[in-house]
């Protein structure tokens, strides 16, 4: 269990001091984070809502602070280029996401444009009905990226390091949380970048 906390504890600061120096991305981080915990909370109550909240709030504004704030360029922090920190990623890289969110954005469309799936499910008969079985397919496409993804790091890596990145995903919200909560007033000070002098130190 200590050599687990360990190897989580790595992935979490190696997560951090690559990806995440934007104030903008922080905060988007934050709000996402908070978001994320309120869906987690609904999954008891509305599977459906909670995957509409999860995928339309939390993930939308999580990977807008990845795609278009956070700096691509050489970093002097760590001593990377973005190429290297890509290719070196555990879980979802860049690539990796753009097919994610391909299919995140795939869902609604066949199931506007293909109610029943191929006869696979009930046709929406209302909007309502519709939006519920969007999220449904939104929750499965989590869950299924989550497992695809963990069970190939098996064979990548080993199977601790997939179990060490899927129990991070899922603590993620409240590790960013308490991570991230300074990031908006930061912003307000306009500072758009940290200067990460905790991770020239370490």
Sequence with gaps: MKEFLQALKTQRWDDHRYYHHSRVNQTLHFISALSFIAAYALLFVDPA????????????TRQAGHFFFEPRGYDEVNQATHEHKEAIKVGYNLRRKVVLMSAWVAAPVLLWLAPSVGGLIQPALNFREYLHDVGIAWLALG??????????????????????????????????????????????????????????RH
């Design 49 to 60: 809502i909670a995957a509409l909240l999860a995928w339309g709030v939390s993930m939308s």
């Design 143 to 200: 869950v299924a990226g989550l497992l695809f993804r963990t069970v190939h790091l098996f064979f990548l890596y080993d199977v601790q390091t997939g179990l060490v990145w899927a129990t991070k995903i899922l603590t993620d919200p409240f590790h960013d949380a308490m991570l991230y909560w300074r990031a908006p007033l930061a912003l307000l000070r306009g500072e758009w970048i940290d200067p990460m002098d905790h991770a020239r």
